[in-house]
């Protein structure tokens, strides 16, 4: 049998905001993955560059300013490069800022590998004044420049044709003498100040200057970056994409619940029908598998808008400005301005703002956000505050539901602050340096393969995790622990689910809420929280149509919690809002959380969590019913 042939493998590096993943996305088009590196939660993008009928694996690196690493990303980025395992680096270099790239090329030429250089922005260095010369460059650096425009495809086919000639014949950056320094790293003064003298001398040769341009970018960041009007700007913006997570994506999600639980789930019961399949058949594809699905289905399109608009956000420049506007607020967490936004999102729905966290530059601040981002009281979460507000607080219920959301934002920095002095003690506060792009328009093409990409990997990974989870809680509900019930045709009551649930009814009394129904509720939230009210229903065996009032429910809630509390019902309603903010993620953000950051994170977070708004929950009822 013949061996099979590897396909050469090519590292895309450079700085960040120098256009290198709208570049991948162009040469990738759409075959490509979503990967971590080996033994860490940086994520990576490989794809297959087809060039000529061959293939190339063509890995896209975390941005970065030097391979000197102090983070994971960069970390990773610096052991990639200094892999001997790759072939050759595609050195992505902006002709905007290009000592700056030019440094980073330095470290990478340290390190003795092949590279050719893809420039970038030429047509913004020139709005700039700015005239860097491809040929000229190439001649300085000793290695193949070519002009690109990820955006439009320019330069594509030339790229191809330098990689193709160096994959044969591997070009090195003349000036620069392999292992000069370090592990490829200036760790001396002496060194480092070789590389800056040997970047001097390249752009004096390559980048002839004329006049300074004023451009739009700068007009517009005399607005988007003043202190009075870029906090309102910003503020803005965020209200736009919280509308788009909320409003646009609501009638989408319904849709497609309704396209689920209506045709699709009656054409499977007619089709089982048909063969005569047993009711426990027809209730576990129906009401199990096809539950799961649907699950995930609904929020396809909630995933699609965020990644859209964070895209968009990112490709036209504007989230770097996000990043400063937002950045001192940020400090005391040890993040910067970046976190703001998924932060921020996590009011709307959780699990699209666990994914917006790929705009952060290093992996622990990614996972610290993603870790605070489920103490965020999303939308699923307020048709049960005011269930509960109006229930028990009826003249008070809106200052209620608005200090939830003030508890929420105390729980997102007291727990962050724990964080950082524990578990995540690395994670520590520095000095914000980003370089901000020119604004532009974001490429569609290169935009919907990122959404693409990233919607697929959700489907796949976190996805089957909701739909095994679904499928568990069905048979919980459908197998009969007491009387003489058929399988699937069981009250909740009699179920293991309720058994479940009447075994942990207990560990409510601290709270005040001793009483099964709201266990089971509360155990049913975890799958989604916007189910608990329908829980509480079904627990009390009221219809649909009284359910959806309100009324009856309440009154009856209203009675339980009376008989659980000893008469301190306001106390352990306010309890159990507490509780219902902060207890546990739903399971669409768990299973995000466990695809993004592991399962080893997720239930270290989900833990704590829980432990917390018990204790939390606890003190309130027990304070409450004294006062």
């Known amino acids: 049998m013949t061996p099979a042939v590897r396909a050469p493998e090519v590292l895309l590096v450079g700085n960040p905001n120098v256009g290198k993943s709208t570049l991948f996305n162009a040469l990738t088009k759409a075959r490509q993955r979503v990967v971590n590196a080996p033994g860490t939660t940086v994520s990576l993008t490989a794809g297959t560059w087809r060039i000529r009928g061959d293939d190339v694996s063509l890995v896209d690196l975390p941005g970065t300013y030097s391979l000197a690493a102090r983070c994971p990303d960069e970390q990773v980025a610096a052991a990639a490069v200094a892999n001997s395992r790759h072939d050759l680096v595609v050195m992505v270099l902006d002709a905007t800022t290009l000592s700056r790239s030019l440094y980073l090329l330095g470290q990478v030429a340290a390190a003795g590998v092949p590279v050719v250089a893809a420039l970038t922005m030429v047509d913004l260095a020139q709005a700039r004044g700015l005239r860097p010369d491809a040929g000229v460059l190439s001649a300085a650096l ?11 495809g320019a330069g594509s086919a030339d790229l191809e044709r330098a990689v193709t000639a160096a994959l044969r014949c591997p070009p090195y950056v003349r000036g620069i003498e392999p292992h000069l320094y370090a592990s490829a790293l ?4 002496a060194s480092a100040q070789h590389l800056f003298d040997w970047v001097e001398s390249v752009t004096d040769d390559a980048v002839p200057t004329g006049e300074p341009h004023l451009t739009l970018t700068d007009r517009l960041d005399a607005v988007l970056l003043n202190p009075w009007l870029g906090l309102p700007a910003f503020l ?29 789930a009656s054409a499977m019961s007619s089709a089982l029908g048909e063969l005569r399949a047993p009711d426990w058949v027809v209730s576990f594809a129906v009401d199990g598998v096809l539950t ?3 699950t995930v289905l609904s929020f396809v399109p909630l995933m699609a808008i965020m990644f859209t608009a964070v895209g968009a956000l990112e490709g036209s420049g504007y989230l770097a400005r996000v990043a400063v506007v937002a950045d001192r607020s940020m400090r005391a967490l040890g993040l910067d301005g970046r976190a703001m936004l998924p932060l921020i999102v996590g009011f709307g729905c959780n699990v ?12 622990r601040q990614r996972l610290l956000t993603g870790l605070l981002i489920p103490l965020t009281s999303c939308t699923a979460r307020l048709a049960v505050y005011l269930l509960l507000a109006y229930t028990f607080f009826p003249a008070h219920a809106g200052t209620t539901v608005f200090a939830l959301y003030v508890v929420s934002v105390a729980l997102v920095i007291g727990w962050g602050l724990i964080a950082r002095r524990t578990v995540l003690r690395e994670v520590v506060s520095e000095p914000l340096i980003l370089a901000l792009p020119d604004y532009q328009l974001p490429h569609a093409r290169s935009l919907s393969m990122s959404v693409w990409t990233r919607i697929t990997s959700f489907v796949r990974k976190a996805g089957t995790i909701i739909v095994v989870a679904v499928m568990a809680m069905w048979v919980l509900q459908a197998l009969p622990v007491r009387g003489d019930y058929a399988l699937a045709d069981v009250p909740i009551a009699e179920s293991v689910y309720g058994a479940v649930a009447d075994a942990a009814a207990p560990a409510l009394k ?16 975890v799958a989604a929280k916007e189910v608990l009210i329908a829980a509480l ?9 009284s359910a959806q009032t309100q009324s009856t429910l309440g009154q009856k809630l209203r009675a339980t919690v009376e008989e659980t509390s000893g008469g301190h019902a306001g106390a352990a309603a306010l309890a159990l809002m507490i509780f219902v903010l902060s207890y546990m993620p739903c399971l669409p953000t768990l299973a995000e959380q466990r695809r993004l950051y592991g399962g080893r994170w997720t239930a270290l977070a989900a ?6 708004a018990y204790l939390l929950a606890t003190l309130v009822f027990q304070v409450g019913r004294l006062l």
């Open 142 to 152: 000793g290695v193949p420049v070519v002009e690109v425009n990820g955006r439009s």
């Open 186 to 189: 200036p760790d001396t003064v």
């Open 236 to 264: 803005a913006v965020v209200w736009a994409v919280f509308q788009l997570t909320t409003v646009v994506a609501g009638p989408l999600i319904d849709a497609a619940v309704r396209l689920v639980d209506g045709p699709v």
């Open 292 to 294: 799961g699905v649907g």
């Open 352 to 363: 699209p703002a666990l994914s917006s966290t790929a705009v952060l530059p290093h992996a």
């Open 510 to 525: 601290p709270m005040g809420l001793g009483d099964w129904k709201i266990a089971s509720a509360l155990v049913t939230g």
């Open 537 to 545: 229903a079904q627990s009390y065996a009221i219809d649909a149509a």
């Open 607 to 612: 833990s704590a969590q829980f432990i917390g």
